[in-house]
Nanobody, 126 residues
Framework: QVQLVESGGGLVQAGDSLRVSCAAA????????MGWFRQAPGKEREFVAS????????NYADSVKGRFTISRDNAKTTVYLQMNSLKPEDTAVYYC???????????????????WGQGTQVTVSS
C-alpha cells in the first residue's frame, strides 16, 4: 500500500504563485509515476500534470503549460507542483495520485493511477 499526503494549498490572488507537495509513504519505491489532478466545484476531475519517477518524463495539461512545473525528489518520493501566474479558473481541490505499474511514461488518465491523496484546496481570488 502507498499513502499520499498533500500539503501547501491555500488562498492566493490572481497572478501569485503557490507550490503544493505530495509525499508518498508506505511502499513508496513501488511508485513509478506521480501526478496531479484537480476538481473545481460542479466540474469533473481533470488531469493537471504528471512525472515519472524513473525517467523524469513529464506531461502537462494544455491549460497549465508554461505556468505550472512538476518536479520530484526521488530520495523522498515527493512530488511538487509549482504553480505560477495563477488564475481564478485554477481554483480547485488538487489531488495527488500514484501509479504503481512499471513504466517510464508520465500517465495522464485517472484510470492509470492506483493511489490517491485526500486533496488540498487551492483558491485563487480575482
Amino acid at each position: 500500500q502507498v499513502q499520499l499526503v498533500e500539503s501547501g494549498g491555500g488562498l492566493v490572488q490572481a497572478g501569485d504563485s503557490l507550490r503544493v507537495s505530495c509525499a508518498a509513504a508506505g511502499r513508496r519505491f513501488s511508485v513509478y509515476a506521480m501526478g496531479w489532478f484537480r476538481q473545481a466545484p460542479g466540474k469533473e476531475r481533470e488531469f493537471v500534470a504528471s512525472i515519472n519517477r524513473i525517467s523524469g518524463m513529464t506531461n502537462y495539461a494544455d491549460s497549465v503549460k508554461g505556468r505550472f512545473t512538476i518536479s520530484r525528489d526521488n530520495a523522498k518520493t515527493t512530488v511538487y507542483l509549482q504553480m505560477n501566474s495563477l488564475k481564478p479558473e485554477d481554483t480547485a481541490v488538487y489531488y495527488c495520485a500514484a501509479d504503481s505499474s512499471f513504466s517510464r511514461m508520465a500517465a495522464a488518465t485517472e484510470a492509470e493511477y492506483d493511489y490517491w491523496g485526500q486533496g488540498t484546496q487551492v483558491t485563487v481570488s480575482s
